[in-house]
């Protein structure tokens, strides 16, 4: 049961690089999610999907891009790294359903230096 | 705005004892608040999910209120073992809003042997 699976597990990026960080579900989820989590903090919400071609802004988008090409895979692109983008991302997918609960990775733990 | 507080941020209690954590909230219309576990170095695993025509609900040694009208949740968690070493967070799932949730700091739990 592989769930949400997100790559990398850990990268450091130097100021200015750029990355994208994968995120796949092997769930046929329609909805997906992309979140950080600061030292200390609960997640806020960065970039949403409803289904594939459909997305939308979180809370905290600025500095980040999605794209949702399939039901299976949401990545999230960093352009210009800046170290207030040291964080724990997290991905996570849910059924359609007002009342089902999100599942998520284990999360890519990324340090800007 | 919603916002989401809990209380307290962390918390130390001997093995066996009975728990509340608290969790507040700053608009009542919502889906549901959910519950869930979080060890270091993992991502989220849900508890409970509690819907917004609930009171309560309980999975084996859990049990988690909700109050809409005063916006509260608590979890409880009867006789405490050192495996429930863990950050828990609550979260609201906002209304016609893609399914996004709205997530406290979490309480840092160690309950020890």
């Known amino acids: 049961n592989a769930g949400v699976t997100q790559t990398p597990k850990f990268r450091i990026l130097k100021i200015g690089q750029s990355m994208t960080l994968q995120c796949a579900q092997d769930m046929n989820h329609n909805y997906m999610y992309w979140y950080r989590q600061d030292p200390g903090m609960g997640l806020k919400l960065i970039y949403y999907?409803?289904?594939?071609?459909?997305?939308d802004k979180g809370e905290v988008p600025n500095g980040y891009n999605v794209s949702r090409s399939t039901t299976e895979d949401f990545p999230l692109r960093l352009e210009l790294a800046a170290p207030s983008q040291t964080s724990v991302y997290f991905c996570?997918?849910?059924?359609?359903?007002?009342?089902?609960?999100?599942?998520f990775g284990d999360g890519t733990r990324l340090s800007i230096l | 705005k919603q916002e989401v507080t809990q209380i307290p941020a962390a918390l130390s209690v001997p093995e066996g004892e009975n728990l509340v954590l608290n969790c507040s909230f700053t608009?009542?219309?919502?889906?549901?608040l959910q519950w869930f576990r979080q060890d270091p170095g993992k991502g989220l695993t849900s508890l409970l999910l509690i819907q917004s025509s609930q009171r309560e609900q309980t999975s084996g040694r859990l049990n988690a209120s909700l109050d809409k009208s005063s916006g509260r949740s608590t979890l409880y968690i009867a006789a405490s073992q050192p495996g429930d070493s863990a950050t828990y967070l609550c979260a609201v799932y906002l209304y016609n809003q893609g399914g996004k949730l709205i997530f406290g700091q979490g309480t840092e739990l160690s309950v020890k042997p």
């Open positions: 996570a997918s849910k059924e359609d359903g007002t009342n089902q609960p999100q599942h």
């Open positions: 608009d009542s219309a919502i889906y549901n």
């Open positions: 999907s409803v289904g594939a071609g459909i997305t």
